[in-house]
């Protein structure tokens, strides 16, 4: 018997392959988790970089579209409304590859917030800015 061919952590008679995981066909007792179990991984799966930028860019684009359809009411919303949705979105997928915890990870997640919104409201100025400028030629 090699060293390899499981046995049964209760009755130590040998496992036959493919038994490993379920319970012991002798003495019926569950056998140990299988040796090597995937790890947990914290932060699953990779930042989706495209997307966040679609997300971070979409108040700016929606203020400079809106603008140039003559709205009041969507640059306004787009701004503030738009914005916030955003720099939320996007600051949960940075810190969702930020390895930190506790108080330092909820600091952390309300300066990248709060960097974002403020990046956001200002890309939201400049589309608003570029969409009268070069639409409507008022600056
Ligand atoms: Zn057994």
Do not use: Y
């Amino acid at each position: 018997m090699s060293p390899e061919e499981p046995t049964c952590p209760h009755c130590a008679r040998p496992l036959l392959v493919g038994e490993v995981g379920s319970d012991c066909p002798f003495c019926h007792q569950a056998l140990a988790a299988p040796a090597n179990p995937p790890p947990v991984v914290l932060n699953a799966g990779k930042t989706n970089w495209p997307l966040f930028f679609v997300i971070f860019f979409t108040p700016a684009i929606g203020n400079f579209i809106s603008v140039a359809f003559n709205s009041l009411i969507f640059p306004i919303l787009f701004t503030l409304v738009g914005g916030i949705c955003s720099a939320i979105v996007c600051s949960r997928m940075i810190m969702a590859r930020v390895q930190a915890a506790g108080m330092k990870r909820q600091f952390l997640s309300l300066v990248i917030l709060l960097g974002l919104f403020a990046l956001t409201f200002f890309l939201s100025f400049l589309g608003c800015a570029s969409g009268a400028g070069i639409l409507h030629g008022r600056f």
